[in-house]
C-alpha cells in the first residue's frame, strides 16, 4: 500500500523523512521555511487519475495554479498530462518547460485579457474555456485580428451545490463564474456563425476541496445533456471538461484512501457520458495530485506563553502558507525529530508575521517543541507556495523535489535584492 503522505518516520527513533531523504539534512542544507515535494508521490496520483480513466478518451489537465512551480510542470508534462491554465502567466511557465504541451492547454477564467487571449491564440491551445459573453466577443475579435480559429467551450454555471468552503465553491448561480447553463444554447449560437470561433467542448467546475462524486455526477449530468442538445443544434461537441476539484482529507485521523476517492469520481463522471459517443473527457485536477505531496518544514524560533496560552513561534508565516488563515484548513504538524516520550503540549502554531490570522494551527495537541526544532506542515503541496506573498518584507521560501534518493533544489531562497528590484524609491 502506498501510504497517504509520502513523510513518515522510517522507525520509531528515526526522524521524519521524505522517502529515503531526512528533512533535518535538507533544513541543514537549504535553510528554512523549506518546501518539500516528492516527485513519486505526486507521479502515482497522477497514474491514479490516469487509470481510473482507462478506456475511456480524456486528457488530464492539471491545474496549473494549485503549484506552479516549473519543475512539477515539467514532471507532470512528462507524465502526459495537459495543463489547465488561469492567466497568461500560466501559460508562459507551461510553454516554458514543455513547449511540445501547448496544444494540451485548457485556460480557465473569468477575467482574460486581450493580450492573454492573443499569447493562447498563437500557441495553439487545446481549448479556450469562455466564461462571459463579453469574452466570446473579444476573442472572436482577436481570433479574427491574428487569423486564428480558437476552439471554445462555455464554462457554464451548472447550478450545483458543492459542500466545500464558500471560497472555492463556484457552481452556483450567485457565483462570479461560468454562463448560466440556461443561456448557454443561444451563445453557442451565435458563436456558431463566427468563422473564427469553434465551439468544441462545454467546461464546468463547481468548487475546489469537494470530497463526494455525488456533485461532480450531478454537473456533468447536466452538462452531458446540454452536449446532446447541441449536437442536436449540429454543433460537433468533442470535449466535455469536468473541470477539477477532487478533495483530500486533510485531517491524519480520518480515514482517506486516495485510490477508492479517485474510482468514485471517475465512475460519476463516467456515468454522465456513458451514452455519449466519442467524447473526449478533460479532467483538471489540481490539489489532488499535488497537495499530499508537499510538507511546508519551518523551524521553531520561540515558544512562550501569554496567560493560560502556549504559541509556538515557527519562522514560516502565513506569507508561506496562507490556507490556515484564508480557508481555516487544517494542517497537521509533524515534529522532525520523533517525540521522544508522550508528553503533550496545547499550543497555537504561529508565524512571524504582524497578524493574528497569521497560524498554521489553533489548541492544538503537539509533542513538546523548544527552539531550534524543526516542525513539517503536511499537505501543503497545493495552494501553498502558489499563494506564497513578500507580506512583511519576507522572501517567498525555497522549494526543493525529491526524486528517489535524490534531493534537488528548484527554487531558491528568494533574496532582498529579488524583492526590492522592481521598486523605484
Ligand atoms: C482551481 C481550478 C481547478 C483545480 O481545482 P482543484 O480543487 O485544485 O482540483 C480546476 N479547474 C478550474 C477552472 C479551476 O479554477
Redesign the pocket.
Known amino acids: 500500500m502506498v501510504p497517504v503522505r509520502p513523510f513518515e518516520y522510517p522507525g520509531s527513533k528515526a526522524p521524519l523523512s521524505c522517502g529515503p531523504v531526512s528533512l533535518a539534512s535538507l533544513a541543514k542544507k537549504h535553510g528554512t521555511p523549506l518546501y518539500v515535494y516528492s516527485a513519486d508521490a505526486i507521479r502515482y496520483r497522477f497514474g491514479l487519475f490516469q487509470q481510473a480513466f482507462a478506456g475511456q478518451r480524456h486528457l488530464i489537465c492539471y491545474?496549473v495554479?494549485?503549484n506552479s512551480s516549473l519543475a512539477i510542470l515539467k514532471l507532470l508534462a512528462a507524465e502526459g498530462a495537459g495543463f489547465?491554465i488561469?492567466s497568461g502567466g500560466e501559460l508562459e511557465r507551461v510553454l516554458a518547460v514543455a513547449p511540445e504541451a501547448a496544444g494540451r492547454v485548457v485556460f480557465?477564467?473569468v477575467g482574460k485579457t486581450a493580450p492573454e487571449l492573443d499569447l493562447a491564440l498563437r500557441s495553439g491551445i487545446l481549448l479556450f474555456?469562455v466564461e462571459s459573453e463579453g469574452e466570446l466577443e473579444l476573442l472572436a475579435e482577436r481570433a479574427a485580428k491574428l487569423r486564428k480559429r480558437a476552439r471554445i467551450a462555455l464554462?457554464v454555471n451548472p447550478d450545483v451545490f458543492a459542500e466545500t468552503h464558500p471560497y472555492?465553491s463556484?457552481g452556483l448561480r450567485e457565483h462570479k463564474f461560468g454562463i448560466d447553463i440556461r443561456r448557454a444554447r443561444a451563445v453557442y449560437r451565435r458563436a456558431a456563425q463566427d468563422k473564427w470561433l469553434e465551439p468544441a467542448g462545454i467546461?464546468v467546475?463547481i468548487?475546489?476541496?469537494?470530497r463526494t462524486a455525488d456533485p461532480f455526477g450531478a454537473a456533468a449530468d447536466r452538462v452531458a445533456k446540454l452536449v446532446r442538445d447541441l449536437r442536436k443544434d449540429g454543433l460537433p461537441i468533442q470535449y466535455l471538461d469536468a473541470?477539477?476539484?477532487?478533495?483530500i482529507e486533510y485531517h491524519a485521523a480520518q480515514p482517506f484512501h486516495p485510490e477508492e476517492k479517485v474510482q468514485q469520481y471517475a465512475a460519476a463522471v463516467r456515468a454522465a457520458v456513458s451514452e455519449l459517443s466519442d467524447i473526449t473527457l478533460l479532467l483538471?485536477?489540481?490539489?489532488?495530485l499535488v497537495a499530499q505531496a508537499g510538507a511546508l518544514l519551518a523551524r521553531v524560533l520561540y515558544v512562550k506563553k501569554n496567560g493560560e496560552k502556549t504559541f509556538v513561534i515557527t519562522d514560516a508565516g502565513m506569507n508561506d502558507l496562507i490556507r490556515p488563515t484564508l480557508y481555516q484548513a487544517h494542517h497537521e504538524i509533524l515534529p522532525v525529530e520523533p517525540p521522544s516520550s508522550r508528553r503533550t503540549i496545547t499550543a497555537d502554531v504561529v508565524g512571524p508575521v504582524c497578524e493574528s490570522g497569521d497560524f498554521f494551527a489553533r489548541d492544538r495537541v503537539l509533542a513538546p517543541l523548544k527552539p531550534g526544532d524543526l516542525v513539517a506542515i503536511l499537505d501543503a503541496g497545493?495552494?501553498g507556495m502558489s499563494l506564497a506573498s513578500n507580506y512583511n518584507t519576507r522572501g517567498r521560501a525555497a522549494e526543493v523535489l525529491v526524486e528517489g534518493k535524490r534531493a534537488r533544489l528548484i527554487r531558491r531562497r528568494e533574496t532582498l535584492a529579488d524583492m526590492l528590484s522592481t521598486e523605484t524609491p
Open positions: 491545474a495554479k494549485a489547465d488561469v480557465s477564467g474555456n464554462r472555492i463556484t467546461s467546475h468548487g475546489s476541496q469537494i473541470g477539477g476539484g477532487l478533495g483538471e485536477p489540481g490539489r489532488f497545493a495552494y
